[in-house]
């Protein structure tokens, strides 16, 4: 999210599209069966408006680099998959989360742990995400389950929250006090504008959700797993990795 890259387009093609249709050449050569990639919910998009999802097979709309370049990169397995018999799998994950979480997440757990006033008590966002355990488990259906084949999946947990939901959730998971002042998003926005912190604002206050009924109209699949249950388990890993 640092970008030093002069052309940063070109450096996720590298990885993102050309290394990614390599393998898959690789791949459809060697006489492998099925192909499964993890894209981005990014190739949705970067937000929703309230009340609506996106979609599987919704038109895509990514707009930085690593969206653009997971698009072109499933443009290019589905051609694979037209002119070999490799089947080809996509799964569009959401934010993923789970033991060993870093980045934002693994920040937000250290700020609620020490018990440190946040003013997100007043977000009425509606986001969602997907743990781990849920993604590995949507992935192992689709090795095998012979209606995946050439299909488009996304993937969350089914229960979608606000930012201040979730610094609730995941207080209660860490068994710690959520300390939220609930201060007006506006004046939020405001703030992040004047420091130049634009996309940091558009993760905690804008909307992204995603339907999964595809998945279980099609795969007969469910997150096994509850948002609260994963929480606890991400806290938990947290905790001890702390005190180690």
Same mark, same amino acid.
């Given at each position: 999210?640092?970008e030093?890259?002069?052309?940063p387009?070109?450096?996720?093609?590298k990885?993102?599209v050309?290394?990614?249709l390599?393998l898959?050449?690789?791949?459809? +050569?060697?006489? #492998?069966?099925?192909? /499964?990639?993890?894209?981005?919910?990014?190739?949705?998009?970067?937000?929703t408006?309230?009340?609506?999802a996106?979609?599987?097979?919704?038109?895509?709309?990514? /707009?930085d680099?690593?969206?653009?370049?997971k698009?072109e990169?499933?443009?290019?397995?589905?051609?694979?998959?037209?002119?070999?018999?490799?089947?080809?799998v996509?799964?569009r994950?959401?934010?993923?989360?789970?033991p060993?979480v870093?980045a934002?997440f693994?920040s937000?757990m250290?700020?609620?742990?020490?018990?440190v006033?946040l003013?997100?008590?007043? #977000?009425?966002?509606?986001?969602?995400?997907?743990?781990?355990?849920?993604?590995?488990?949507?992935i192992?259906v689709?090795?095998n389950h012979?209606? +995946?084949?050439?299909q488009?999946?996304?993937v969350s947990?089914?229960?979608?929250?606000?930012?201040?939901d979730?610094?609730?959730?995941?207080?209660?998971?860490l068994?710690r006090? +959520?300390?939220?002042?609930?201060?007006?998003v506006? /004046?939020?926005?405001?703030? +992040?504008?004047?420091l130049?912190?634009?996309?940091?604002a558009?993760r905690l206050?804008?909307s992204?959700q #995603?339907d /999964?009924s595809?998945?279980k109209?099609?795969?007969?699949?469910s997150?096994?797993?509850?948002?609260?249950q994963?929480?606890?388990?991400t806290a938990?890993?947290?905790s001890?990795?702390?005190?180690s």
């Amino acid at each position: 999210m640092k970008e030093a890259s002069a052309d940063p387009l070109a450096e996720f093609r590298k990885v993102n599209v050309d290394g990614t249709l390599n393998l898959a050449r690789q791949a459809a +050569a060697a006489g #492998v069966k099925r192909f /499964i990639f993890i894209s981005s919910i990014k190739v949705n998009g970067e937000r929703t408006e309230p009340g609506t999802a996106c979609c599987a097979d919704d038109v895509p709309a990514p /707009i930085d680099p690593y969206g653009i370049t997971k698009m072109e990169a499933e443009q290019g397995l589905r051609e694979l998959a037209s002119s070999t018999s490799m089947e080809v799998v996509i799964i569009r994950p959401v934010l993923i989360y789970g033991p060993g979480v870093k980045a934002n997440f693994l920040s937000m757990m250290k700020w609620l742990s020490r018990g440190v006033p946040l003013p997100l008590g007043a #977000v009425h966002n509606r986001r969602s995400l997907v743990a781990l355990d849920n993604l590995i488990d949507l992935i192992t259906v689709c090795l095998n389950h012979p209606l +995946a084949a050439n299909q488009t999946f996304l993937v969350s947990d089914g229960q979608d929250v606000s930012t201040t939901d979730l610094l609730r959730k995941t207080s209660e998971a860490l068994c710690r006090p +959520a300390r939220l002042i609930p201060l007006p998003v506006w /004046i939020m926005r405001g703030l +992040a504008l004047l420091l130049g912190r634009q996309a940091l604002a558009q993760r905690l206050f804008d909307s992204l959700q #995603v339907d /999964i009924s595809k998945n279980k109209q099609l795969l007969g699949w469910s997150p096994p797993v509850s948002l609260e249950q994963s929480l606890r388990t991400t806290a938990r890993h947290f905790s001890e990795s702390k005190n180690s």
